[in-house]
């Protein structure tokens, strides 16, 4: 294999500049991306004049826009997760190949790979940094790598949040492990005025159907919910989920947010609290620091779940020795394990946040 498809080999030298440029391979979803933000700050604190660089699919690309500790984003459609016709696209493949070709132009002193997803590491070893960073194991499972792209094994990690890991994967350039400080992305949101109601933003859609919290349990929330009148209530749909958010809201006078990617951290932002499903949004919503209550069915709570108790994560999965599901289909899609979640845990869980959140000053 290597006399036909040889390796670009690694830049020489190690970092002493002190102003290094950096690269995370993150080509999966928005949650992926924005986690690695637990990372800018330790980094900075280091090297504050380091560029930090992030390559992502393009549909995330504007995400960091308004984040001054990210130097650029580039982005990369990778046809190994597109349709089979993609796959087989010569333009395709040629899209990628400019992408990389543009990119070895920069000489990054370090890249990052936090998954240790093999395909990630190949995309890292043809941009040629002069140091590659990355985990043996595929995000904690017995997926387990040789390590030959490498030039910075962290061997295999525990099983630990997203953000413990990405943070461990720095220790090669920090010469130890991050502490993870979160809020972690940047405060965007326009300040909502003091006093009235907590606003209370709902994600009732997101990712795999089998993550989907039943849409005749979210109307049923949302009626009581405004009914009570203890949240100024709001619901966020992103682009697709457009028929599940008027099944749910139907005839009933809610606020419906749709804000454009650069947006969506601010939007949710500008809530006091969320409640949604295992998605993107929640996680920025995390990532904010806000309280959430994080409805999780077939996921993997040890690495997504609101981290060191930053929310309630409501999950019951003892019936199901499928879990942390690892499967492209469910095993019991009759009664998924999303749906052992009942309206009454919700709204206990939001009281508990209620009172986290207490009563705003009047003006």
Same mark, same amino acid.
């Given at each position: ?6 390796r670009?080999?690694l830049?020489?030298g ?7 440029t ?17 990372t800018f700050?330790?980094l ?17 690309a ?5 984040d001054?500790?990210v130097?650029?984003v ?6 190994w997760?597109?349709s089979f ?6 333009? $395709?493949w040629? !899209?990628v190949?400019?992408? @990389? &070709?543009r990119?070895? /132009? ?6 990052i790979?936090?998954r240790?997803?093999?395909?990630s590491?190949i995309v ?5 940094p002069k140091?590659l960073?990355g ?5 904690g499972s017995n997926m387990?790598?040789?390590g030959d792209?490498?030039s910075d094994r962290?061997?295999?990690l ?11 994967c ?7 492990? $991050?502490?993870? !400080?979160?809020?972690?992305? @940047? &405060?965007?949101?326009? /300040?909502?005025p ?7 933003l709902?994600?009732?859609?997101g990712?795999?159907?089998?993550k989907h919290?039943p849409?005749?349990?979210w ?17 966020l749909?992103?682009p ?5 958010i008027?099944?749910?809201s139907?005839?009933?006078s ?5 804000p454009?990617?650069?947006?969506l951290l601010?939007?949710?932002?500008s809530?006091d609290?969320?409640?949604a499903?295992?998605s ?20 993997d709570?040890?690495?997504w779940g609101p981290f060191?108790?930053?929310?309630v994560?409501?999950q019951?999965v003892s019936n199901?020795?499928?879990h ?6 469910c095993?019991?899609?009759?009664n ?6 009942h ?5 206990n ?10 009563e705003?000053?009047p003006?």
């Open positions: 294999m290597e006399k036909f498809f040889p670009p080999p830049g020489k190690v970092l002493e500049d002190e102003s290094p950096i690269l995370f391979i993150e080509l999966f979803g928005l949650g992926d991306v924005a986690s690695l933000s637990v700050d330790p900075l604190r280091r090297f504050p004049k380091a560029k930090i660089h992030i390559l992502c699919q393009p549909a995330w504007s995400f960091y826009a308004n001054f500790r130097f650029k580039d982005e990369m459609r990778t046809p997760k597109s016709a993609q796959l087989t696209s010569w333009s $395709a040629a !899209s190949m400019q992408t @990389l &070709r990119m070895q /132009k920069i000489k990054f002193d370090w890249c790979e936090t240790g997803d093999i395909r590491q890292a070893r043809w941009i040629q140091r960073v985990p043996l194991d595929y995000m387990i790598l040789r792209l490498l962290i061997g295999s525990p099983i630990q949040h997203r953000y413990e890991r990405n943070c461990d720095l220790t090669p350039i920090l010469g130890e492990a $991050a502490k993870i !400080s979160i809020p972690s992305l @940047l &405060r965007n949101a326009k /300040k909502v003091l006093g009235g109601l907590p606003r209370l709902i994600h009732p859609a990712g795999w159907k089998y919290w849409e005749k349990r109307r049923l929330l949302l009626i009581d919910l405004l009914k009570k009148k203890d949240w100024e209530v709001g619901l749909c992103a697709g989920e457009e028929g599940c008027e099944r749910i139907g005839g009933i809610v606020r419906v947010e749709t454009p990617l650069v947006e601010s939007t949710i932002q809530y609290a969320m409640v499903t295992d993107g949004p929640i996680n920025l919503a995390i990532l904010s620091g806000m309280p959430v209550v994080d409805i999780m069915g077939p996921g709570s040890t690495l060191l108790g930053r929310g994560l409501l019951n199901y020795p499928c942390p599901c690892l499967q492209r289909k095993f019991f899609p009759s998924p394990c999303i749906q052992q979640i309206g009454e845990d919700v709204k869980a939001l009281e508990r946040v209620r009172e986290q959140i207490g705003r000053p003006h």
